[in-house]
């Protein structure tokens, strides 16, 4: 299994949506994706790959409109601490 | 209701980030004193690094005997330094008939977070017991308890706890035992002592808390700094405080609360504005009574813009004349004591004509539009305010402060 793939699952899991929706170019607040359920899967991931994902709900929350948008910080955070 | 009591607050008493008594609060909330700073906490071999708004040097032995004083958590020791304070402060002689009709009723949202903490550390660094005095210091109504014993009051007391609005909801429902004739005069206020290693670990994971100061409704605004502390406040009646020539502060006028019944964490601005409307019409004030509103404010994305609807949605074209302030930016998020911080700071808003500033204001909001007093306090004519607290969980509390006399 891919790490696109291992962190989709995580968010389909925890977020409690279809996983076949969670596509780069869908827009978190479509998906159902609550900033609660953000915080969660961001802990799991960091949980998971051992790395620390500068997230701040008040901060961050608008710079990722798209989930394209936020894997890639979760996966530029976990090639930079060499944890892929 | 012609025939009902009106309740008028008499006495004072707080303990800080920005001052440990009233005179220092007083002086240092409105010249937009920070008690923000960056503390290092530790567990074990664990250590971060959080900006907070501590109580620094608290010394209990000023307020309460020491013996007394090692049966407490630090919060409790915070309720009982500001209760005594407020008392002395009110002028009032207990008498034992008084003593039987006063009542103390307190908000705390989590209470002894420092015992419970140490109690595990005791346990996990190898000890096979607690320390006697774990139970009754971690009763999240040992404040309340304890006010009751160095005061004197054997009326009712009880401890409310409804996260961030505890020391609101509790003002709520002291004004109505007051009114009702329940009790005749009370201490009433909120207490917390939150920064510990665990709590400030709790905060950190949901990816809330600033990494730096308190910026309420400002665009650059990121996040909520927690605070620690306690407020008081010595409530009578009116007639009371009048036949014993008492120093009236101002009139407690009235009180709303409602829930969300929507989300565990994000607020609703339907929830906040029918409390803010429930506290208005309660006191029988209309919108354009109103002058200030110290606002919940914690700075984060948000509280900050669904407050603004909600008094929006409440005051229409009125909101655009009231100055609404966050007093956060200067002593943080008190939790359970935070509302009674805030409540002091209208208090004095009030009798004094000075609206407190939002500090650490940097840049407008486009989704925050209101009148938020930046920088620096303001001269007006503050005839009444409101006071707002909004609890995770949905529940929110407001009460109506109006001018006396």
Known sequence: MSQLDEILDIMAKVSMVERSTLVPDAKISDLGITSLDMVEIICELEDKYGVELPYNANMNFQKFPTLGDVLDMIQENIAAAGKG | ?405
């Open chain 2, 1 to 405: 209701m012609p025939s009902e009591r009106r309740i008028v607050i008499t006495g004072l008493g707080v303990i800080s980030p920005i001052g440990q008594d009233l005179a220092t609060f007083n002086r240092n909330l409105f010249n937009g004193v920070c008690g923000i700073e960056p503390v290092d906490f530790t567990w074990r071999d664990l250590s971060t690094r959080f900006p907070v708004a501590p109580v620094k040097n608290f010394d209990p032995a000023v307020f309460i005997d020491v013996k007394k004083a090692s049966l407490m958590d630090r919060f409790a020791q915070f309720a009982v330094a500001a209760a005594r304070q407020a008392f002395d402060d009110s002028g009032l002689v207990l008498t034992p008939e008084l003593a039987a009709r006063a009542a103390v009723i307190t908000g705390t949202s989590v209470g002894s977070q420092n015992t419970i903490e140490e109690s595990f550390l005791k346990l996990a660094n190898g000890s096979t017991r607690a320390h006697p005095f774990t139970i009754p210091r971690l009763m999240s109504n040992a404040g309340s308890s304890h006010v009751s014993m160095t005061l004197g009051f054997t009326g009712p007391a009880f401890t409310v706890a409804s996260a961030c609005a505890s020391a609101v909801h509790a003002m709520g429902v002291t004004l109505q035992m007051l009114r009702s004739g329940v009790a005749d005069l009370a201490i009433t206020g909120g207490a917390e002592a939150c920064l510990t290693f665990g709590t400030l670990k709790g905060w950190e994971a949901l990816r809330i808390l600033s990494p730096d100061v308190c910026r309420p409704f400002s665009a650059r605004r990121s996040g909520l700094v927690l605070g620690e502390g306690a407020a008081m406040l010595m409530l009578e009646t009116l007639e009371a405080a009048q036949a014993r020539g008492a120093r009236i502060y101002a009139e407690l006028a009235g009180y709303g609360m409602s829930s969300d019944a929507k989300d565990i964490t994000t607020p609703d601005a339907g929830g906040a504005a029918r409390a803010m409307a429930g506290a208005l019409a309660d006191a029988g004030l209309a919108p354009q009574d109103i002058d200030y509103i110290n606002a919940h404010g914690t700075g984060t994305r948000v509280n900050d813009i669904m407050e603004t609807q909600a008094i929006r949605q409440v005051f229409g074209d009125r909101a655009e004349h009231i100055a609404v302030s966050s007093s956060k930016s200067m002593f943080g998020h008190a939790l359970g004591a935070a509302g009674a911080l805030e409540m002091v700071a209208t208090v004095l808003a009030v009798t004094r004509d000075l609206a407190p500033p939002t500090m650490n204001y940097l840049e407008p909001d486009p989704e925050c539009d209101l009148d938020y007093v930046p920088g620096a306090a303001r001269a007006m004519p503050i005839r009444a305010a409101l006071n707002d607290s909004f609890g995770f969980g949905g529940l929110n509390a407001v009460v109506a402060v109006r001018k006396s006399g």
